[in-house]
């Protein structure tokens, strides 16, 4: 036990706070009418996309990224609405400001979304822990909002600790406890595994997180290349991917590495289309504006393009974002039967959303 352990910084305390359903629990403090409601946050038109669902409407299989068309088609008597971001930047800047105050680096990922370093509470009264349970209740106090909590010694950790146990949860995870807490998820759990790539390790008989633990290194080396090495470290709970600080966005971009090439050019057009409604939604919740979109694609070689496209005017139109992409992809992307391994979505020249010229949705 002690050489797995030896792996993970059991001095290290890394914090994760994500926000219950964020947009839709505003909407629904704002309104009491909606509470208890299913209520669905995103665009409304033939072409919009879900940003938040609320846990009412997430039993009928609504999650974010789905279409609103889809959507409807499965809750009808769901309440659609469309996004104020500007009321959820102002709950958003409340919980960043408590973040700020309790730790030296926070690291934010979106409004609703934010990893801190706790390893300064190591000798203070309550730990870490104590220091992550007082951040909750802040939050809370101060936004009439449930969020849930993750603590533990890394990242990939800490952020499994607060989707293990929503909403209102909190879970913290000390080094001796990973090998128990891990062994028996899906592989599913595991970052950077989404559904197509766990489809191709349960086809190996990798059913739960023990079950890639245990897999020979030259198997995992073999069907995933560099990645499987990559996918057994998470398995042990080992993840040193160190906290950065806020920085002004230039630029905002989402890409992805596959641990196995995607060949097919309808998987691959799904992908693109993914990555941009997300970097869309990412422009609307900070009110800025792109000129430029690009996308970016590595081939199993490790050469990597990129092509862009630059607009007349300034856009956050998640259509339009989505259908540039595809246009690049579709008419600059030479994709042949070798596919390609990362794929990503960025969008540049960034301004302001003032002087708006495009709609917020289709």
């Known amino acids: 036990m002690g050489d797995w352990l030896d792996m993970i910084d059991s001095a290290r305390r890394i914090g994760h706070l994500d926000m219950d359903a964020?947009?839709?629990?505003?909407?629904?403090?704002?309104?009491?009418?909606?509470?208890?409601?299913?209520?669905?946050?995103?665009?409304?038109?033939?072409?919009?996309?879900?940003?938040?669902?609320?846990?009412?409407?997430?039993?009928f299989g609504i999650h974010s990224a789905m279409p609103s068309a889809v959507a409807r088609r499965r809750c009808p008597e769901g309440v659609f609405l469309r996004p104020r971001f500007s009321r959820y930047r102002e709950i958003s800047d409340r919980v960043r400001a408590i973040l700020r105050d309790a730790s030296p680096v926070v690291e934010t990922i979106s409004l609703d979304e934010a990893f801190f370093d706790l390893t300064a509470y190591a000798d203070a009264p309550g730990g870490p822990v104590g220091a992550?349970?007082?951040?909750?209740?802040?939050?809370?106090?101060?936004?009439?909002?449930?969020?849930?909590?993750?603590?533990?010694?890394?990242?990939?950790?800490?952020?499994?600790?607060?989707?293990?146990?929503?909403?209102?949860?909190?879970?913290?995870?000390?080094?001796?406890?990973?090998?128990?807490?891990?062994?028996?998820?899906?592989?599913?759990?595991?970052?950077?595994?989404?559904?197509?790539?766990?489809?191709?390790?349960?086809?190996?008989?990798?059913?739960?997180?023990?079950?890639?633990?245990?897999?020979?290194?030259?198997?995992?080396?073999r069907e995933f290349g560099s990645s499987g090495a990559r996918l057994q470290a998470l398995s042990r709970g080992e993840d040193d991917t160190p906290l950065c600080g806020e920085v002004a966005s230039r630029s905002i971009s989402r890409e992805l590495t596959y641990t196995f090439d995607l060949v097919d050019p309808a998987e691959i057009e799904a992908e693109v289309r993914d990555l941009a409604r997300?970097?869309?939604?990412?422009?609307?919740e900070e009110s800025l504006l792109c000129r430029i979109v690009r996308v970016k694609v590595r081939y199993p070689s490790f050469q990597t393009i990129t092509r862009q496209l630059r607009l007349a005017v300034g856009a956050d139109s998640t259509g339009l974002i989505e259908r540039l992409a595809v246009h690049l992809l579709r008419t600059r992307v030479e994709l042949n039967e070798f596919g390609v391994r990362l794929i990503g979505v960025g969008v540049g020249q960034l301004s302001a959303s003032s002087a708006r010229q495009l709609s917020l949705f289709d």
Do not use: M
């Not at 489809?199 to 023990?210: A, D, P």
């Not at 997300?278 to 609307?284: E, F, H, K, N, T």
């Open 22 to 59: 964020f947009f839709a629990a505003v909407e629904q403090l704002d309104d009491p009418t909606l509470r208890g409601r299913p209520v669905i946050v995103g665009g409304l038109g033939p072409r919009g996309v879900v940003a938040t669902a609320s846990y009412e409407a997430r039993v």
């Open 132 to 221: 992550a349970r007082a951040i909750k209740e802040r939050v809370q106090e101060a936004t009439s909002l449930t969020c849930s909590v993750g603590v533990a010694p890394n990242r990939f950790l800490a952020k499994l600790g607060s989707e293990l146990d929503k909403p209102d949860g909190f879970l913290a995870i000390e080094p001796e406890s990973v090998r128990s807490l891990l062994d028996p998820l899906p592989v599913g759990r595991v970052w950077g595994v989404g559904r197509v790539t766990e489809k191709r390790l349960s086809g190996l008989g990798l059913l739960r997180v023990r079950d890639l633990r245990l897999a020979p290194a030259d198997l995992l080396t």
């Open 278 to 284: 997300s970097v869309a939604l990412r422009l609307q």
